[in-house]
């Protein structure tokens, strides 16, 4: 694999980080086929069950698409030089396990587009969000201005879609776009730790339950509902009452550990 982009895996675990700290770790053309890649091999690889993805620095999760190597290309900009099948938020929600992004600096439109590829977003005090498309002119093709509007309402995601401006961390997470902020040298321990309690969830309801929330969010709330009992009633006949019981004695001897 690439230089631009490192793998760690322990355990289960997989820490996947965005390398060129250099440029921000903008999304260069190797950068992003580095991910793809590098996703649906994880995605193959049955020990991984669940995947940290960030940035490498302090100031950048990534700044979005490397427009350096855009503009070095001369002619007009295609969204086909981008969305294709085998693009870093295409392969990264192919991952059938949970994504925990860290965002450990600022996560810029192109790079917002790829924190929003995740099924967590856990933030450092330096993380920023900005959606810039409208600034440089051009518009988003990895699903932006879909899920920014289901996520945080209509009217929030267009001040921040038309103005461009940035979003504090801070305020990401009373807009409910992260799940917390804490401090950058927590920002890894907090994110493995959440991984580890992730991994004490049975496998196949893991992600069979991360599948089924995926796709009711993506319909209408009536499909969603009739969804839920389709694939409840196909997983629940599976399970048997004894097992039942055996894992809630378990789930309440762990809640006490924790009090």
Known sequence: MSDVLLIEKEGNIATVT???PEAMNALSRELRAAIAVTFDELEADPDVRVVILTGAGERAFTAGLDLKELGAGGGNFSAQDTVTDKDPVTSIGKFSGPVIGAINGVAITGGFELALACDVLVASENARFADTHARVGILPGWGLSQKLSRLLGIYRAKELSLTGNFLSAERAYEWGLVNRV????????????????????LPDALNTYKAL????????FGDALKTELRVSAEANKKVQSSAIAER????????KSQV
């Open 18 to 20: 965005l390398n060129r």
């Open 248 to 255: 809630r004695e378990g789930i309440q001897k762990r809640g």
């Open 182 to 201: 804490v401090p950058q040298a927590d920002l890894l321990p907090t994110c493995k730790q959440l991984a580890n309690d992730m991994l004490s969830v």
């Open 213 to 220: 929330i995926d796709e009711g969010f993506a319909q209408n």
